[in-house]
Antibody
Framework: EVQLVESGGGLVQPGGSLRLSCTAS????????MNWVRQAPGKGLEWISY????????YYADSVEGRFTISRDNVKSSVFLQMNSLRDEDTAVYYC??????????WGQGTTVTVSS | QSVLTQPPSVSAAPGQKVTISCSAS????????VSWYQQFPGTAPKLLIY???KRPSGIPDRFSASKSGTSATLAITGLQSGDGADYFC????????????FGGGTKLTVL
């Protein structure tokens, strides 16, 4: 069974930083591109970042460009999201999601990030 | 990129059919791929439909989808009480030069 497990969420003050991790199991991680998607409380889904299987291509949503950095370690079957200059509006559940080309087929359980003073 | 508009809520009785629309702000979405996700409260979304109309393994054929012109539609037939959830559409451009846009979501209530 394919599993994605996120960690690293928590409470952080505005302007602070946080690093999310996602560890995959049950798949050949290096074969897959990965995404991060977030969901603010009571709101819809927002895609925020994509990284190709070999890290050769990376995309960000405009809302996080320049503040967030996605990376991966295929040896450790992990993908990361470094979040800097956090704002109140970054408060959300962050999901690690496997890419399926024009879809996202496996979702982690999510990790909660709360930005508040 | 297009903005995707979904109705905030839909409802229908058990056994009935319901459709959920996903309308794009751009003039035509022929070069876009739509997927649909189901989400129960407090849980992660689940892929229901990909490549406009294809179902992943394990998704019952009560769930179907189509795309035409500037909109996509998810249809659920033979509604069951367990289908009550939030449903989101998402759209990728065929070029894959950026990530997807999500619709705002539709809450399905099974009466």
């Amino acid at each position: 069974e394919v599993q994605l497990v996120e960690s690293g969420g928590g409470l952080v003050q505005p302007g602070g930083s946080l690093r999310l991790s996602c560890t995959a199991s049950g798949l050949t991680f290096s074969d897959y591109s990965m995404n991060w998607v977030r969901q603010a409380p009571g709101k819809g889904l927002e895609w925020i970042s994509y990284i190709r299987s070999d890290s050769s291509i990376i995309y960000y949503a405009d809302s996080v460009e320049g503040r967030f950095t996605i990376s991966r370690d295929n040896v450790k079957s992990s993908v990361f999201l470094q979040m800097n200059s956090l704002r109140d509006e970054d408060t959300a559940v962050y999901y690690c999601v496997r890419d399926h080309i024009w879809a996202m087929d496996v979702w982690g359980q999510g990790t909660t990030v709360t930005v508040s003073s | 990129q297009s903005v995707l508009t979904q109705p905030p809520s839909v409802s229908a009785a058990p056994g009935q059919k319901v459709t959920i629309s996903c309308s794009a702000s751009s003039s035509n979405i022929a070069n876009n791929f739509v997927s649909w996700y189901q989400q129960f409260p407090g849980t992660a979304p689940k892929l229901l439909i990909y490549d406009n109309y294809k179902r992943p393994s394990g998704i019952p054929d009560r769930f179907s989808a189509s795309k035409s012109g500037t909109s996509a539609t998810l249809a659920i037939t033979g509604l069951q009480s367990g289908d009550g959830a939030d449903y989101f559409c998402a759209m990728w451009h065929i070029s894959l030069t950026t990530g997807p846009v999500f619709g705002g979501g539709t809450k399905l209530t099974v009466l």
